[in-house]
């Protein structure tokens, strides 16, 4: 959990019990708007998915920040043995086969793809630790601008 402590002026004090749940709520907002930027811009890819970040408000306090992406977690924890898991080999058949990226040339058979017999995995991008790091040096701009919102 992160907290945040802002002083405000004795003159601004009045009614500001009544204004905290709506400093809160700005607050939070400016966070995930942070987070869900910082995602994007952070996503190793140009388009697609991945880049679809969105957040849904789940209450006053808490917003959850998604993405389409079924395949976030592996790009972003790794694979193989770059996730604490071991080679990878075929379940079904002798090879693996995927559709080629640019380091793969030289190595694409006829049918456009590359056949393997086993793969050490992905590392991990770690994208998503970069973009809290990113939002949590953040947090007091986004809430002071929601205090200044609410009370001026």
Do not use: C
Not at 64 to 72: K, Q
Not at 110 to 115: A, H, L, P
């Amino acid at each position: 959990m992160v907290k945040v402590y802002i002083s405000v002026k004795a003159s601004k004090k009045q009614n500001l019990s009544e204004k905290i749940p709506e400093i809160r709520k700005k607050g939070l907002k400016y966070s995930a708007q942070g987070m869900q930027r910082h995602l994007k811009q952070n996503s190793p890819v140009d388009e697609g998915l991945l880049k679809g970040w969105y957040f849904e408000r789940e209450s006053d306090t808490e917003v959850e920040i998604r993405t389409p992406a079924h395949y976030a977690p592996y790009v972003n924890d790794g694979t193989g043995i770059y996730n604490g898991g071991g080679i990878i080999r075929p379940k079904n058949g002798s090879v693996l086969r995927f559709k080629p990226g640019p380091k793969w040339k030289g190595h694409v058979g006829k049918d456009g793809y590359v056949y393997i017999k086993y793969s050490k995995g992905q590392k991990g991008q770690k994208f998503v630790e970069k973009s809290i790091q990113q939002t949590e040096g953040k947090l007091a701009d986004y809430f002071i601008k929601a205090v200044h919102e609410v009370l001026t």
